[in-house]
């Protein structure tokens, strides 16, 4: 069984930034896709950011060019740097693995835009507050 565990999670004042981290259970190196997702209060939770086994990144438009996804296979850590942070950002934000297996076949950007039917495993959520 897959493990994921989310932290850095904090309240933060517009424009600031944050480093969210995710550790995984087993090795990530060229076993699985990683993402992150999101989900404010009432809304559905979406895809911000996947990395898949060749490094290759994707991104959500609403966080292009403030948000990078990163992974360290040494630590089998997932993260995600966030910068010029908004209040539409609040949220709580989720990490998720794919296995570089699963069925169907989807390439890393396939997979983000597909959402949570995607990925199977799933960490517990850091909340992330950002006021203005």
């Known amino acids: 069984q897959v493990q994921l565990e989310e932290s850095g999670g904090s309240s933060v004042q517009a424009g600031g930034s944050l480093r969210l981290s995710c550790r995984v259970s087993?090795?990530?190196?060229?076993?699985?896709?990683l993402a992150w997702f999101r989900q404010a209060p009432g809304k559905e939770r979406e895809g911000v950011a996947a990395?898949?086994?060749?490094?290759?990144?994707t991104y959500a438009d609403s966080v292009k060019g403030r948000f990078a996804i990163s992974r360290d296979t040494a630590k089998n850590t997932l993260y995600l740097q966030m910068h010029s942070l908004k209040p539409e950002d609040s949220a709580m934000y989720y990490c998720?693995?794919?296995?570089?297996?699963?069925?169907?076949?989807?390439?890393?950007?396939?997979?983000?835009?597909?959402?949570?039917?995607?990925?199977?495993?799933w960490g517990q959520g850091t909340q992330v507050t950002v006021s203005s």
């Open positions: 087993v090795s990530i190196y060229r076993s699985y896709y």
């Open positions: 998720a693995a794919r296995p570089r297996l699963y069925y169907p076949p989807m390439t890393v950007t396939q997979a983000l835009g597909a959402g949570v039917e995607a990925f199977r495993y």
């Open positions: 990395i898949d086994t060749d490094d290759k990144t």
